[in-house]
């Protein structure tokens, strides 16, 4: 312990609240006060906040120990930043309640999205002492003129729910700006707050780049958090659909938990899932209207504003939401919290299971909502997984060429940058720290010139270089683009949703919109609405009363499962396959996985299941290695191009998280592959590339590294370039490198993305390795199994709405039982 007017006048601060702060929030105080960095393990409602912003009060009190009262407009000391707009609303209000308690006249501001211009303005001229921000509106900050004297006063950044930013280029994003704020000032202390992961050590080092981080620390909150989960079990398990993803037949086990006293959320995995529930709700309850509402990220932010505002003041008792993974979205403490579907990871279901019981002390409630009879297994992992604390890691990104390039032209159009200088700050962060003078070189010139593919245009010339070997933009509209383009998320084109005569209710894909005709009924942020024209990238629609209506779907609304969660899956596979578990959730299934041993067998962990039968379509094999859609999406593919080489045969392709389908209309020469090592690791990249179309998947992925990187600009507020065009243009800048510049940098990262994230080619070996050391066990059967029932009827899904497909799921269901 240590003993200063700080501290004392903190600790008086608490004694009045009656608050004594925990051991470990006094740790951080300490390692502050000894100029450490570091990263705090904290989950959500455990005081995270008052452990890294009281330790800046108190140096700011022993600094001014006799004026601290009186100083005014000090420049900014701390800056938070947040990947949630939404939490950055809730800090700034917690924080100025502090300083206003301690009479100390610091202002609190936010600096995001939703900012008022006029604010912003404002914070140019003089900067509040505590800033809330987002990793974007950081580089906004970057990309302003005299940006290094708003940062001069600057001793403190906090990077709140690290753990949400690491594996993803806003990661990155934020690594470059800290780079920037360490090359401004050497002393600067920065923390990270990270909610348990499996890879903290690798957070740390992320955070502050490996050199820092060997004397940075990692303190972890001594929280034990009750996290009490409960499965909504179906009455009858036969009756029960083997399939599906919606689990509206559980809505009437659901309403009693909503009628229960306090405030609830219901988390779907998808937005169209949300509006579904939502609708069904109301339909079976009409006596929830206006105590229940609907948010998601497509929404307006008016809408989820108010929709937050109101789960706060009470005024709202249950809300159906997506996941917090939907950018901007978060909520303050409830009381109980329902899971529709399994989140197909251990970490996602602990954050929001954690909504609930917000208080360090308060025990979290949630229930699990199966939406098919086998997502009962996934509950019983997932409950395994909470008492044993199995998290999943956080894969940071390396080495993002279209992150650098446009980090470079942000500093290019406010001070301008020296080359040298920021090649060595780049090359201290994580993400950058294998990058080659090579590859430097060539997105200087990329930003400079063009490249020798783009020289000729004077619009991909971006950069000049003063006398004095600044490298500066002195083009305004390039500077104007540019700003306006600072970001690294990237989406199909969302087009406005709005009424005839009236307000804006959210944004929607493009692709969506493309397939309705005027007249036709969707319904949209909890309400049935009528097409009525689309003009200058805005959806006009009135009310409806038609009962039908489709409900939209977005593109990349499917998460794949864990690499956590598929191990605790084969072993619960394991425990089915025993047969004397008293699990309830396996007790429950047990039917069905009664009717699977009887048609196959039940694989264990050490078994790998493949099963071949017949029907009108053709011959169909089912490989079961339970790795997830995203690594059978690559293993499927591989093994079909194998099975092909050895004779000319076409297949169609079907997955879920739990197997896939290979469907030919001729027999598929299951024995002969084994044989020949369909499953072999040699030659892997070669294959994967050539089973798949991988020149269409790295166009699509060249779409988002294109805007990110400044290749295509999205428009201007209010006139927003179509999708089709910024298709168009991306995939002309992707044929032009291909034919002309083959070894871009661009055109190289599309490819890995595809490689890396699309196929996750590391998991993807990890389960070959395992494959070959499995039993394979080979059966042909003359029926649909309940393991590979719902991958073929994953292909039905294309083709049908959700009420269809579970009117032809049931019905095929029952002609399989019968036979």
């Known amino acids: 312990m240590y003993s200063d007017r700080g501290q004392k006048i903190i600790e008086t601060w608490f004694q009045e609240k009656g608050i004594t702060p925990f051991e470990w929030q006094r740790n951080v105080w300490q390692q502050i006060k000894e100029n450490n960095s570091g990263l705090l393990n904290a989950p959500t409602g455990s005081g995270k906040t008052f452990a890294l912003f009281m330790p800046v009060l108190m140096r700011w009190i022993n600094e001014h120990p006799e004026d601290y009262t009186d100083l005014q407009n000090n420049g900014l000391q701390l800056l938070w930043i947040t990947p949630l707009r939404a939490l950055a609303k809730d800090i700034e209000q917690a924080m100025q309640e502090v300083v206003d308690e301690l009479n100390i006249p610091w202002q609190i501001q936010r600096r995001t999205g939703d900012v008022s211009s006029s604010v912003k303005q404002k914070q140019k001229k003089q900067m509040p002492e505590v800033l809330i921000t987002t990793p974007e509106s950081l580089h906004i900050l970057l990309a302003q003129k005299g940006y290094p004297k708003r940062f001069k006063n600057l001793s403190t950044v906090v990077v709140d729910e690290w753990h949400e930013l690491i594996s993803s280029k806003r990661g990155t994003q934020t690594e470059l700006g800290l780079s920037r704020l360490f090359g401004m000032k050497e002393n600067l202390q920065v923390w990270g707050i990270s909610a348990t992961i499996g890879n903290l050590e690798e957070a740390l080092e992320v ?94 932010s008016e809408i989820r504003n108010w929709v937050e505002e109101a789960l706060h003041d009470g005024t709202l008792k249950t809300v159906v939401c997506t996941s917090s993974l939907d950018l901007g979205v978060d909520f303050r403490p409830v009381d109980k919290v329902i899971q529709i579907g399994s989140p197909k990871g251990v970490s996602r279901f602990m954050q929001r299971a954690g909504r609930s019981g917000h208080r360090p002390d308060a025990e979290s409630n949630i229930w699990f909502v199966p939406t098919n009879a086998l997502e009962l297994i996934e509950a019983s992992a997932l409950k395994d997984a909470l008492e044993n604390e199995r998290i999943e890691s956080r894969t940071p990104i390396l080495k993002p060429y279209d992150v650098l390039s446009q980090y470079l032209v942000t500093l290019a159009v406010s001070e301008g940058f020296d080359p040298n200088q920021i090649y060595n700050e780049v090359k201290q962060t994580f993400a950058y720290q294998t990058l080659q003078d090579k590859e430097w070189s060539s997105i200087l010139d990329f930003i400079h010139t063009g490249g020798s593919s783009l020289g000729r245009y004077d619009d991909y010339s971006k950069t000049e270089i003063d006398e004095d070997g600044t490298w500066k933009v002195y083009d305004r509209r390039i500077a104007r683009r540019h700003r306006m383009s600072i970001g690294t998320i990237t989406s199909d084109t969302m087009l406005s949703v709005k009424y005839l005569k009236g307000s804006r209710l959210g944004r929607i894909e493009e692709w969506f919109i493309s397939q309705l005709n005027i007249g036709d009924t969707f319904w949209f942020a909890g309400r049935n609405l009528e097409l009525v024209q689309i003009k200058n990238m805005t959806v006009y629609v009135r009310r409806s009363k038609q009962k039908s209506s489709k409900v939209p779907s977005w593109l990349g609304g499917r998460m794949s499962l864990s690499s956590n969660m598929s191990e605790l899956l084969r072993k619960k596979f394991r425990e089915a396959a ?28 050490e078994q790998f299941l493949i099963e071949k039968s017949w029907s009108k379509e053709g011959c169909h094999c089912f490989f079961f290695p339970f790795e997830g859609r995203y690594v059978h999406e690559g293993l499927s593919a591989l093994i079909a191009h194998r099975l092909s080489k050895l004779q000319p045969i076409t297949f169609s392709i079907a997955m879920n998280d739990y197997g896939f389908e290979l469907l030919s209309d001729q027999d598929i020469p299951i024995e002969a592959g084994l044989k020949s090592d369909i499953f072999s690791e040699d030659n892997l990249i070669k294959d994967i590339m050539n089973s798949l179309n991988n020149t269409e998947l ?21 006139n927003k370039k179509a999708g089709k065009h910024l298709q168009m243009s991306s995939s002309l800048f992707f044929d032009v490198f291909t034919e002309h510049e083959p070894d871009h940098l661009l055109l190289q990262q599309a490819y890995d993305e595809v490689l890396n994230e699309q196929l996750d080619e590391a998991r993807l070996r990890t389960a070959l390795d395992r494959i070959n050391k499995q039993d394979i066990i080979f059966r042909e059967v003359d029926r649909f199994s309940p393991l590979a029932f719902p991958i073929f009827v994953d292909r039905l899904r294309e083709r049908l709405s959700s009420e269809k497909l579970i009117d032809r799921i049931m019905k095929m269901q029952k002609e399989l039982e019968r036979s």
């Open 578 to 605: 025993e047969g004397n578990s008293e699990n309830e959730e396996l007790k429950s299934i047990k039917p069905i996985l009664d009717v699977q041993r009887e048609r196959s067998v039940i694989p264990n962990e």
């Open 698 to 718: 790295a166009k699509r992925k060249f779409r988002g590294i294109s805007q990110i990187a400044g290749l295509v600009f999205t428009g201007f507020p209010g």
């Open 207 to 300: 955070l502050l780049g490996p050199g820092r981080a060997k004397v940075g620390m990692i303190i972890k909150a001594d929280v034990q958090k009750k996290i009490n989960a409960h499965s909504i079990l179906p009455d009858d398990v036969e009756k029960f659909p083997w399939s599906g993803h919606l689990g509206i037949q559980l809505l009437p086990k659901i309403l009693p938990i909503l009628d229960s006293p306090g405030s609830t959320l219901i988390f779907t995995n998808t937005r169209s899932q949300s509006e579904i529930w939502f609708r069904n709700i109301l339909e079976a309850k009409p006596d929830l209207a206006g105590t229940i509402a609907l948010h998601h990220g497509s929404l307006s």
